[in-house]
């Protein structure tokens, strides 16, 4: 796919933006020809109204078909609409647990072996609830975060019945379901925001996305917050802040933060995806000045991750 903006093409802010995306984020990025030809060129799917995906996305509907599995997990989120952290290269299939799926039918394909009822599945894929509880199940704790986020914002499911799917829940990944249905918030924006989410809980942060920040002359959204803490943590994104309006807005509004005396942590798409261990250490060593801890030296950091690439 040719690059436009920044060097980037059109499956790099695919793959950004969760592998489902709308008209309105593609032209953030890209000029209206250039998607348009990546849709007649194949590059791009048109899934449904206003929606676009990769056209693995159609490959993996026909690969559960093709050994008589039901498409899951991350196959089956993105099915529905769903953003996720990475769009996965296999297909995800459930198959019944006493089915064997031949060697030449694995091509492709992640097999996974359970016995589905039939208020699981719906032409083929997994229901939205039977998604995101599978996703909890068996992803990372930050995967399975931006999935089950992305359904509450999508209202594919509700937090009432996420929580009856895990109260009795047995078996493997059953506590893993329950701390993400715990955590789960439509409010998330994004599969950005969400995976920074995930950093914070797992460093024993509570923060809570999109809080408002009010003070005298000072009125703020932020992606995640504490005003017991008096922290403000943000995940910037360049489409927003890489022009001069936005620069002023920018320093206004981290003046005012620090007049009103909240610390203001912000990552980058980069730092958050491909270096969570320096995302983790600025969190640690944040509440390490507080509370007049040593401080740890950060992580190593390669060349290529210093310059964001």
């Known amino acids: 796919m040719g690059a436009d903006s920044g060097g980037t093409t059109i499956r790099q802010t695919l793959r950004r933006l969760g592998g489902v995306t709308t008209w309105k984020e593609l032209r ?7 998607i ?22 159609s490959a993996h509907v026909t690969a559960a078909q093709s050994c008589a ?5 991350l196959s089956a989120a993105i099915h529905h609409g769903w953003k996720v952290k990475s769009p996965p ?14 060697k030449k039918q694995r091509h492709g394909i992640r097999p996974h072996h359970a016995d589905l009822t039939a208020k699981d599945v ?8 039977r998604t995101v509880i599978d996703c909890a199940r068996v992803l990372p704790f930050d995967e399975a975060l931006v999935v089950a986020d992305s359904a509450l914002r999508a209202r594919a499911v509700t ?16 506590v893993a379901a329950r701390r993400v249905v715990k955590h789960a918030d439509g409010r998330a924006a994004n599969p950005f925001e969400s995976v920074l989410r995930a950093l914070c809980i797992e460093e024993g ?15 703020a959204v932020v992606d995640l917050g504490s005003e017991a803490l008096r922290l403000a943590v943000e995940a910037d994104g360049f489409e927003t802040h890489g022009t001069r309006g936005g620069l002023r807005k920018d320093c206004e509004r981290h003046t005012l933060f620090a007049i009103y005396a ?44 210093a310059k964001g690439s």
């Open 28 to 34: 953030s990025s890209h000029p209206k020809r250039r």
């Open 36 to 57: 348009l030809r990546a849709v007649r060129d194949g590059e791009l799917v048109r899934a449904s109204r206003g929606h676009y995906v990769l056209p693995t996305a």
């Open 69 to 73: 599995g039901v498409l899951s997990h």
């Open 89 to 102: 290269g296999h297909a995800w299939v459930t198959v019944p647990r006493k089915r064997h799926v031949r």
């Open 122 to 129: 719906e032409h083929g894929v997994t229901t939205p609830l």
């Open 159 to 174: 937090r009432g019945e996420l929580a009856d799917a895990v109260r009795h829940l047995r078996g493997p990944g059953a």
């Open 205 to 219: 942060f509570e923060l809570t996305p999109q809080v408002t920040i009010a003070e005298s002359g000072l009125y």
């Open 262 to 305: 909240y610390s203001s942590l912000r990552f980058a798409y980069e730092h958050v995806m491909f270096e969570p261990d320096w995302v983790r250490w600025a969190l640690r060593t944040w509440r390490a000045v507080r509370a007049g801890q040593a401080l740890t030296d950060p992580p190593l950091r390669s060349h290529r991750q």
